[in-house]
Each structure stands twice: as structure tokens, then as C-alpha cells.
Nanobody, 121 residues
């Protein structure tokens, strides 16, 4: 199971950190992915954190978002900086077995419940 948290309301230009905690198996047994879905839009890939620590970013947020892992806490984080109104979305974490960091959401086996991020102007 995955538990995503950390969403909320933030002003444009601000930062927010999302967390995704795994239960049952340690986080480094998975490739962890972050996705988001804005109102009326399809779900979009943000970043994948591979089992071995490799990162694969989507093009839209590469320079502003980063991901890192705390194995002791079984948690992967999504650090979001310089947020703008266009970043408003429900953010999801997902997990898949194996080391391949992929943007293909169909390859992820487990999904968290989503956490809402709202950026105000």
C-alpha cells in the first residue's frame, strides 16, 4: 500500500514537499513514480525514482521538481519548487517492481490515493 501526503494550498512561487510511504515492503524494493492530474486533463508523468536510485524526469517539471528517497522511513519525496498555477493538480505516487524507471503509468502496480496541490496566484 502507498500513502501519499503533503498536499495543500500554496502561493505561486512557493514550494511544497509531498511524501509517499510504502507499507509491507521497503521502498527500495520498488521503482516509485510520481504523476499528477489537473482538472479536465489526462494524468501526467512527473518523475520516476528507480530501485537503484536512478531518476527519470518528465520534461514539464524537470528543472523545478526533484525526488529523493529515505529508505529508513520507507518514503519517497517529491520536492516542488517555483510552483505556478499550472501545477495545480491531484498528485499520485505509484510503485512497480523492478528497476526500470518508466513514464508509462500502465506499468505501475500500486497507486496511492492522491493528494491535492492547489497553487494560488
Amino acid at each position: 500500500q502507498l500513502q501519499a501526503s503533503g498536499g495543500g494550498l500554496v502561493q505561486a512561487g512557493g514550494s511544497l514537499r509531498l511524501s509517499c510511504t510504502t507499507s509491507g515492503r521497503t521502498v527500495n524494493r520498488y521503482t516509485m513514480g510520481w504523476f499528477r492530474q489537473a482538472p479536465g486533463k489526462e494524468r501526467e508523468f512527473i518523475v520516476a525514482f528507480g530501485q537503484s536510485g536512478n531518476l527519470y524526469y518528465g520534461d514539464s517539471v524537470k528543472s523545478r521538481f526533484t525526488s529523493y528517497r529515505d529508505v529508513g522511513r520507507n518514503t519517497v519525496y517529491l520536492q516542488m519548487n517555483s510552483l505556478n498555477v499550472g501545477d495545480t493538480a491531484v498528485y499520485y505516487c505509484a510503485a512497480r517492481a523492478g528497476n526500470r524507471a518508466t513514464a508509462d503509468e500502465s506499468e505501475y502496480d500500486y497507486w496511492g490515493q492522491g493528494t491535492l496541490v492547489t497553487v494560488s496566484s
